[in-house]
Structure formats: structure tokens, C-alpha cells
């Protein structure tokens, strides 16, 4: 009884109906620091992996109609190209290097099958890549069979992808948490942190932050931020996350846009003048 009302607690730091897992929500709330874990990332590439769905979906149908306007395509394959896919192969990358052989110096996983599944969806995302740099040199004209292309294959990447994260979900936390504890965990996940390259940390902290704070009380949310180094945080958030405003987000919308954006990063130090920040 003890146990169920701790669990019960622990899901009232989240807002359960925002989560877009396919093993959690309100049905099957997050009940300890393991469940939740994986939620980070995931959330995030879900949060992504919906937009780029909308985003392929408006392509497809403005090609269909001729009203597609090039820009718009070249923009959203440069996103894909700059923005999507590193984080997708940053995210396999840890956990192939870090994660999973944490877990493996005291727990079973199914690391094999695992990482199968990361080829497969690598591969897709390698074809994906592949059709983007057609658009782009192109210009983004007489791209109808590619736009159409690319949304098929969109859509195969991104049920591989959810199955794979959802099986990811099911099976890790259960072995994670009888064997490590909550700040054993915390430990790697900073030199998870740590590890990121600060060009690569650009491309996807945003969207992390974004979802984090948008499918967690703002209680867990203050949690998640203290748990950054402050000199990362301080640039995630005065850098990072209003360049994702100006200069990501509007590619990766641009099929919605009717204008074409204008694109911009902010400067370092916050001047008006000078070089963007490429820290």
C-alpha cells in the first residue's frame, strides 16, 4: 500500500495527458525516477517526429495543388538534414556508447535486438537523407516524386521508430531500477551531458526543454533544469532555445509558412552586432 502511494505521488509531477508515449499516460502513469528517464529524449523525438509528419503531410499536399513554393521544401530538408537527423543518430549514439553498457555492467538487456533495431531505423534515416539532398539540389523544383517519396518514407520511419522507443519504454525501467539507484542514474546521464559537443547540443536541447516543459509539472521541470551544469544551461537557455525560435523552427514549419522566414541566431553576449553564437 506503502509502495502504491508513493507511485501515485511520483505521477502527479507530470501532466499525463501531454505525454504522447505509447506506454505511458493516464492510464499507465510514470511511477519512479526509471520510468521517467527514457521519457526525456523520447518525448522530445516524439514532439519532433509529429511536426515532421504535419510538416511532409503539407508538402505532399501543396505539390498535389502546385502551390508548393521551393523555399518551402528546401527549408524543411535543411532542418531534416542540420537538425533532425543528428539528433536522431546523437540519441542511437548514446545509447549504443553509454547508456546501454551502463545498464549492462549489472543488468540483462537485449542489447543485440536493440541494436538491430537502431540499424534498421538508421538505414531509413540514411534514405531519408538521401532524398533530401536530391530536393536541395534541385532547388526544391520538379521535386513531386521526391516530396512523395520522402512522405512515405516518413511514415515508415516513424512507426519503426515509436515501436522501437515504446519497446524501450516497457523493458528498460523495470531492469534499470532493481539494480541502479535514482542517483547512480543521474551520474550517467550528466556525462551524458558532458558528453555532447556543443554544435550537436545546439541542435536538439530545445526541443528537449520544450517538451520537458510542456508534459511536466513546473515543479519537476525546475528539478530537470538543476540537474544541468549551469554554464550548459545558461546557454541552452539564452542561446540555444531562442535560436530555435528564429532559425530551426521556421524551417522545419515552413511548409505551413506563407511567407518565407527570415532567419536569424542570436549574437554572442546578446549584442546586437557581431558574429552568432556558435558555442
Not at 538521401?130 to 512523395?148: A, F, H, L, N
Request: proline content about 7%; some cysteine; charged content about 30%.
Amino acid at each position: 500500500m506503502k509502495e502504491t502511494s508513493t507511485s501515485n505521488d511520483y505521477s502527479k509531477r507530470f501532466k499525463l495527458d501531454k505525454l504522447t508515449s505509447d506506454v505511458f499516460g493516464p492510464e499507465n502513469p510514470p511511477k519512479d525516477w526509471a520510468d521517467a528517464s527514457l521519457l526525456v529524449p523520447h518525448e522530445a523525438l516524439r514532439m519532433e517526429m509529429n511536426c515532421m509528419i504535419q510538416s511532409v503531410d503539407k508538402l505532399s499536399e501543396l505539390t498535389k495543388s502546385n502551390t508548393m513554393q521551393s523555399w518551402q521544401v528546401v527549408y524543411f530538408c535543411e532542418w531534416y538534414l542540420d537538425v533532425f537527423a543528428p539528433f536522431c543518430h546523437e540519441h542511437h549514439d548514446v545509447e549504443e556508447k553509454i547508456y546501454f553498457p551502463w545498464l549492462q555492467t549489472r543488468a540483462d538487456i537485449p542489447k543485440k535486438e536493440l541494436s538491430k533495431e537502431h540499424e534498421e531505423i538508421v538505414e531509413i534515416l540514411d534514405e531519408l537523407t538521401s532524398i533530401c539532398k536530391k530536393i536541395i539540389c534541385k532547388t526544391g523544383y520538379d521535386c513531386k516524386d521526391e516530396v512523395e517519396e520522402m512522405r512515405t518514407k516518413t511514415n515508415v520511419f516513424v512507426l519503426n521508430m515509436r515501436e522501437h522507443m515504446a519497446e524501450e519504454e516497457r523493458d528498460i525501467p523495470p531492469l534499470a531500477k532493481k539494480v541502479f539507484t535514482e542517483a547512480e542514474e543521474k551520474k550517467i546521464l550528466n556525462k551524458i551531458i558532458r558528453r555532447s559537443k556543443p554544435t550537436t547540443t545546439r541542435k536538439f536541447s530545445p526541443s528537449i526543454l520544450i517538451s520537458v516543459s510542456e508534459w511536466s509539472t513546473p515543479e519537476y521541470y525546475l528539478e530537470f533544469r538543476k540537474e544541468i551544469p549551469g554554464p550548459v544551461l545558461h546557454v541552452m537557455e539564452k542561446y540555444y532555445r531562442p535560436d530555435f525560435e528564429t532559425s530551426i523552427k521556421p524551417k522545419r514549419d515552413a511548409p505551413f509558412l506563407q511567407e518565407e522566414p527570415i532567419l536569424s541566431r542570436r549574437k554572442c553576449f546578446g549584442l546586437p552586432f557581431g558574429p552568432s553564437c556558435i558555442c
